[in-house]
């Protein structure tokens, strides 16, 4: 699979180097932050609302 024309080799140069500078702890809550601002983007491109409709439920 080809992305962009990319080597398996580039990628392997591109992971190095960010495990470089960003530490073996920090890529994970960089791929969540990632993941999450991707879901969000796709929520507002087909209308969905961040926080889904809350009802109050009253004490009876």
């Known amino acids: 699979m080809t992305l962009l024309n990319i080597s398996p080799w580039e ?9 470089l500078l960003f530490g073996g702890k920090k890529i994970p809550e960089l791929m969540h932050g990632m993941g999450k601002g991707i879901k ?9 609302d961040e926080e889904p409709n809350k009802t109050e439920k009253k004490d009876e």
């Open 11 to 19: 990628i392997g140069i591109i992971v190095l180097a960010l495990l």
């Open 40 to 48: 969000s983007f796709k929520d507002g491109m087909n209308g969905k």
